[in-house]
């Protein structure tokens, strides 16, 4: 994997991200350790650093994940052909 691959799927501020303040771990933070970690709000800011690198990681998500289709998609097209070439043995 390339450096730039390696760049987008490294979060290296996870307390910037806020990752404290999803529901499935806010609980876990409670009162006092949660008003340490205040948020930055970043998704409403289309020019913070954060928001334009998970913009950078959504992109690279569709279009790895479209890929990934694609070749299970080839996959399953060559093996159908192989499958209708060797059917009539297996009878």
């Not at 650093?49 to 998609?73: G, P, S």
């Amino acid at each position: 994997m390339s450096h730039y691959f390696r760049q987008i799927f490294s979060y290296g501020d996870y307390t910037s991200f806020g990752i404290h303040e999803l529901p499935l771990y806010k609980d876990e933070y409670g009162d006092k350790l949660s008003s340490l970690l205040k948020s930055s709000e970043w998704q409403k800011d289309p020019d913070n650093a954060l928001f334009k690198h998970l913009k950078d990681h959504m992109n690279m998500t569709v279009i790895l994940c479209t890929r990934e289709q694609q070749l299970l998609d080839d996959i399953k097209i060559s093996s159908e052909k192989l499958f209708s070439k060797l059917s009539h043995y297996c009878q």
